[in-house]
């Protein structure tokens, strides 16, 4: 059972205690714009799942009923225990090379660009980690099911959740066995002495045998994201730019053999006729001003979405196809003119009305076209009525810019 959908509402209640402590504390780690991008990607990796692209299943099972592995009777306590114990050794690995090779750091990028640390951080995921299954094929051929593995591994993404966080210091003797939010804080750091260390996902025991773990520093403090930043609130550039970055490098260089091996480099490694990146782990944090209704606005535009993308993904199955791919692509341009929104752009109110004229359009073929109840329409009609009425208040009613500190 993949227990991540359960524990959504865990998720969400605990960033909003996270964000009254940090209130009350005077310590706030949440920056709106930073914080509606980290949830727009995890949402986006979740709602991925209805274009049906992944094709893990497919050749795990062709593997392991090619091979003819016999299967784990998961009766026993211990061997749930080995299970979840040998799928965190896999995931080590396939972190790990997540960070040395470009074409698995080109979908691990997205979870370290955050240049803040909560939970929300933890949520903000990749949509385009489609190889990475690779490394867990030793479990499935070792004869661990398939259902034990989804298992095993969703409970293993939920502990990870907790250690994105800067409230918890230390805990104690744990720090030497667990992946505690002490040594999580340096591996989402871009400080030099911070880079690529503490892989782990639940036991930090990996690291310290494999030796790639390092100690926070009380006189270092962590500075967190990219080195060569991000510089958007895009979600689908922050999916697609490291991509589209190697393309760009493979074709450029006059090497045969680097147009290949710059996919399986470090990240940082160019060919000798590509130029050098011009990285900064000191540059100043994206943050374009905005206004008290762009961020009242979109803060409850991202929520609405987050739902529509939720129950979209829950019906998946039971919805025509074509409306599945069409409120796909919708809810993908409403979080990207969120973040035109953000970044303080021109064109984002004519990309709203636009979007908000797509809605009205949806809501009078969705009837006709799909045959869904009226109430569908009924909804998403005065959704896109409201939505509308909110712009026109926003040329009636002048709102300050200010810059999103909390």
Not at 120 to 143: E, W
Not at 368 to 395: D, E, K, M, N, Q
Request: aromatic fraction near 16%.
């Amino acid at each position: 059972m993949n227990y991540v959908v359960v524990a959504i509402p865990f998720f969400i209640l605990a960033m909003v205690v996270e964000f009254l402590y940090g209130a009350l504390a005077k310590k706030q780690t949440y920056r709106l714009s930073d914080t509606v991008n980290s949830l727009q990607l995890g949402t986006l990796s979740r709602l991925m799942d209805v274009l049906h692209l992944g094709f893990a299943s497919l050749v795990l099972g062709a593997l392991v009923q090619w091979v003819g592995v016999p299967q784990w009777s998961m009766d026993s306590a211990w061997a749930w225990v080995l299970a979840f114990v040998a799928y965190d050794f896999c995931y080590y690995w396939k972190h790990r090379y997540g960070h040395e090779w470009r074409i698995l750091w080109a979908s691990h990028i997205a979870h370290h660009q955050s240049e803040e640390f909560n939970l929300s951080t933890a949520l903000r995921q990749t949509g385009t980690d489609y190889i990475g299954f690779i490394f867990y094929i030793p479990l499935f051929l070792a004869g661990i099911p398939a259902a034990a593995i989804v298992t095993v591994g969703s409970l293993n993404l939920i502990y990870q959740f907790w250690v994105h966080t800067e409230h918890v210091r230390r805990v104690g003797p744990l720090e030497w066995i667990l992946v505690t939010p002490s040594n999580h804080r340096v591996h989402h750091a871009r400080n030099p002495e911070y880079l690529d260390k503490n892989y782990g996902g639940v036991f930090i025991i990996w690291d310290r045998l494999c030796g790639t773990f390092k100690d926070e520093r009380a006189d270092t403090p962590c500075v967190y994201g990219i080195t060569t930043g991000l510089h958007s609130w895009n979600p689908l550039w922050a999916n697609l730019h490291f991509w589209i970055d190697t393309a760009k490098i493979s074709w450029r260089t006059k090497h045969w053999g680097d147009k290949l091996r710059v996919w399986f480099k470090a990240p940082a490694w160019v060919p000798s006729d590509v130029a050098a990146y011009e990285a900064n782990w000191r540059q100043s944090k994206f943050d374009p001003p905005t206004s008290v209704f762009t961020r009242v606005y979109i803060f409850s535009q991202l929520w609405i979405m987050t739902g529509a993308s939720l129950w979209l993904e829950g019906k998946d199955k039971e919805l025509p196809r074509t409306f599945v791919l069409a409120a796909f692509a919708v809810i993908l341009f409403s979080f990207y003119v969120q973040g035109a929104w953000l970044e303080g752009r021109a064109m984002a109110q004519r990309l709203e009305w636009f979007r908000i004229a797509i809605a009205s359009v949806f809501a009078v073929v969705l009837g006709t076209l799909w045959s869904l109840p009226a109430v569908f329409a009924v909804a998403l009609g005065t959704y896109a009525v409201l939505s509308a009425v909110a712009l026109v208040i926003r040329h009636i009613v002048p709102s300050p810019s200010v810059r999103i500190a909390g």
